[in-house]
């Protein structure tokens, strides 16, 4: 129905950038709400950042300064930047998508790994 495919994770150095896409297969129009997750072994799921059909945007505390989420409505990509990346930023990255119509309904996709080193 919708799938969600994140891309662009890795291995880095402290310090060091990555920029993660999720490719929707729909229109993001579509979904009231982007996001991307993160969870680390042993942890819950933490939102990452989010951004609106309006384009409104709210970070985690933890990533404010350093993370920045956007998107391209032409080609249904939503993106992450990551910069001064730290080793607690090593997670498993999730990109989700929000329905709200008569409910709210999440999608998710696989997940991206992203590894920092120290």
């Known amino acids: 129905q919708v799938q969600l495919v994140e891309s662009g994770g890795g291995l880095v150095q402290a310090g060091g950038s990555l920029r993660l896409s999720c490719a929707a297969s729909?229109?993001?129009?579509?979904?009231?709400?982007l996001g991307w997750y993160r969870q680390a072994p042993g942890r819950q799921r933490d939102l990452v950042a989010t951004?609106?059909?309006?384009?409104?945007?709210s970070y985690a505390d933890s990533v404010k300064g350093r993370f920045t989420i956007s998107r391209d409505n032409t080609k249904n990509m939503v993106y992450l930047q990551m910069n001064n990346l730290k080793p607690e930023d090593t997670a498993i990255y999730y990109c989700?998508?929000?329905?709200?119509?008569?409910?709210?309904?999440?999608?998710w996709g696989q997940g991206t790994q992203v590894t920092v080193s120290s």
């Open positions: 951004i609106t059909t309006g384009g409104t945007t």
């Open positions: 729909r229109s993001i129009f579509s979904f009231n709400a």
């Open positions: 989700n998508a929000r329905v709200l119509v008569l409910s709210m309904r999440d999608y």
